[in-house]
């Protein structure tokens, strides 16, 4: 927890609800507002395929970008299931930021993302955010887990399938 004046519960609320209204910005297609929910500093990190690892806001936007259809309806969301990550999940965060997320006061939310299909993808994510400028910012994306809904668990470290958007 990075603040004695609020409770982890209160901030896990906060985040849900800033989160939400993220999410509700990218399956409108408003991406101009996405943006404006991550820290300039915004990374991501892929676990099941490096290669999707993104090292900026400006590489996230561009993914998020080329994979909509600017003339597509919003989108439907399937179930989504937010809360705080275990002991576990926390504990995968790279050695390398550990440091960096207790001196900048990192919080996290992992969230579990359903298609609308019964055999869409289910996608697994810890969101990390900090403070910048008196709210809180996306600061890490880091992707556990993209396949087939079959493929996964609500586990934050079983179910790691072979496919990540589609790939082998």
């Not at 561009?62 to 275990?86: F, H, M, W, Y």
């Not at 996290?108 to 809180?136: M, N, Q, S, T």
Request: net charge negative; with cysteine; hydrophobic share 35%.
């Amino acid at each position: 927890m990075s603040s004695n004046t609020t409770s982890s519960k209160d901030i896990t609320e906060l985040l849900t609800k800033e989160y939400m209204l993220y999410l509700a910005a990218l399956d409108r297609g408003d991406m101009t507002t996405v943006e404006g929910f991550m820290s300039p500093s915004c990374w991501q990190l892929a676990r099941q395929d490096p290669s999707w690892n993104l090292a900026s806001r400006a590489d996230i936007m561009k993914i998020l970008n080329s994979t909509r259809d600017p003339n597509a309806a919003p989108q439907e969301r399937g179930k989504v299931d937010i809360r705080t990550p275990t002991k576990e999940g926390r504990d995968t965060l790279p050695d390398s930021e550990k440091e960096r997320a207790s001196l900048e006061g990192w919080e996290a939310l992992r969230v579990d993302l359903e298609d609308a299909d019964p055999a869409g993808r289910l996608v697994k994510v810890i969101y990390y955010f900090r403070k910048e400028h008196g709210r809180w910012v996306h600061c890490l994306h880091d992707l556990i887990f993209v396949g087939p809904r079959s493929g996964g668990t609500r586990d934050d470290t079983k179910g790691m399938g072979a496919e990540i958007f589609g790939k082998k």
